[in-house]
Structures are given as C-alpha cells and as structure tokens.
C-alpha cells in the first residue's frame, strides 16, 4: 500500500470495497480539523468515493464543544455543516482505527508521532501533504486568533489538499 511521506504524498492505494479511514487532528478539535473533516467527507460524497473520516485535537480542552462559530459559518457558507461534529481528545486506539492521520502543523504532528505505537496501523502526515507545492504549505495556519479572512483562507488551503488527497487514491492495487 502507497502512503505519504514526511514531504507529500504518494498515491494512496485502496481496496474498492474498503473505504480509507481518515482522522483529521488539530490542536483542540474546533477549527482546522473539523473544517478538513466536513470537506473530506463532502468532497467524498460529491464523488461516490468510499472514505470514513473523523477528527479529534491533542487537547482535552475543548473535549465535547462544537467547532468554534467562526469555523461552522465558513464551512455553512461553502454548503458543509460541520455544526453536529463534537471535539474530542486523539486516543491509543485511532492508531488502529485509522489508515491515515492527518496533523494540521508541525506542533501537532509532533505530539501525534510521540503519542503512536511502534505497531499502530496509521500512517501519519500533515493534512497539506497531497499538495504539489508543499514545500509552500507545510501547515495549516491557526485561525483560531484571527479574522473571518483567516478562516475563509483555512478553508480554501484545506480544500485544495483534500481534493489533491482524493485524487491521490487508487483502486487498482498500484502504487
């Protein structure tokens, strides 16, 4: 099976009667991953592709809130509700769950990469790693103290990097 490197991806190989498991993780689960979350899987939809996405934050602090209001509007105004999606802590037990774990910065990766079991299942990257120039977005910005532009800009490079993941997914067994 074809995963991303440290640098972006390769393509991604997929069973067809599997779909790829994704967890989205940020730093406290109500702004960058539910945003990538809500377009994953509307992109998906849009496309008939078989993907079962989730997110989750490195922080307890949220634990149980909603994506933050700011992050909800932007996402509405796009057509995606991620209004019902609810924060939760990453745990042991997404390093089987999941294929692949997606980390919104260099901070958060860290903590994921120190968190995983030698033996977990999840290949982990950061959620810009399918872009071609990578290089130029190796993190995903916190909008969290910034304006609704910050947001809207969020939303745009996640966008672009989940419709780049997409493509990057095969069926055929090749790498």
Not at 6 to 11: K, V
Not at 29 to 42: D, Y
Not at 90 to 107: K, W
Request: proline content about 7%; some cysteine; overall charge negative.
């Amino acid at each position: 099976m074809g995963w991303p490197s440290q640098t972006g991806f390769h393509a991604v190989s997929v069973k067809p009667d599997e779909p790829l498991r994704v967890l989205m993780v940020c730093w406290g689960n109500i702004c960058r991953s539910p945003t990538a979350e809500g377009i994953l899987r509307s992109l998906a939809d849009q496309r008939g592709i078989a993907v079962e996405v989730d997110s989750a934050g490195t922080s307890d602090q949220h634990r149980g809130s909603p994506p933050d209001r700011r992050a909800i509007a932007e996402a509405a105004r796009r057509g995606v509700d991620i209004s019902e999606q609810r924060s939760r802590q990453i745990r042991s037990s997404d390093f089987d769950d999941f294929d692949l774990i997606l980390t919104a910065d260099e901070m958060v990766d860290s903590r994921v990469r120190r968190q995983a079991p030698s033996a977990g299942r999840a290949r982990i990257t950061k959620m810009t790693g399918s872009l071609p120039d990578f290089e130029r977005y190796p993190e995903v910005p916190d909008p969290y103290y910034g304006t609704p532009q910050d947001y809207r800009d969020v939303y745009d490079l996640l966008e672009r990097a989940m419709n780049e993941l997409l493509k990057s997914l095969r069926t055929d067994g090749l790498v």
